[in-house]
């Protein structure tokens, strides 16, 4: 059972920038396409980021894209988020998630994380 632990949100200004982490353990993900989604507080969860198993291949949300980007290590069994240029409208639990297509932003994706709080201040 692969276990997913997000890591590196925190509270910062506009414009400012933060790496998040998702480290597995119980398994490898180097054959998962991960996935980073997104929840803001009466909304929905939302796609934000996705990347196939070799790094290669990403997909990204429209209203990220040139902003935010996933990468991986699989050596490390761990996918990052760099966010930069924050805003406050990118406040939000986000999760990381294993196991899914990372061609689709709607794709089912087996394992999740518990989530990391990132809050942007005007």
């Known amino acids: 059972q692969v276990q997913l632990v997000e890591s590196g949100g925190g509270l910062v200004q506009a414009g400012a920038s933060l790496r998040l982490s998702c480290a597995a353990s119980?398994?490898?993900?180097?054959?998962?396409?991960m996935g980073w989604f997104r929840q803001a507080p009466g909304n929905e969860r939302e796609f934000v980021a996705a990347i196939d198993w070799s790094g290669t291949g990403t997909n990204y949300a429209d209203s990220i894209k040139g902003r935010f980007t996933i990468s991986r290590d699989n050596a490390k069994n761990t996918v990052y988020l760099q966010l930069n240029s924050l805003q406050p409208e990118d406040t939000a639990v986000y999760f990381c998630?294993?196991?899914?297509?990372?061609?689709?932003?709607?794709?089912?994706?087996?394992?999740w994380g518990q989530g990391t709080q990132v809050t942007v201040s005007s």
């Open positions: 998630a294993a196991d899914g297509d990372y061609r689709s932003r709607s794709a089912p994706y087996r394992y």
């Open positions: 119980g398994g490898t993900l180097i054959w998962y396409g």
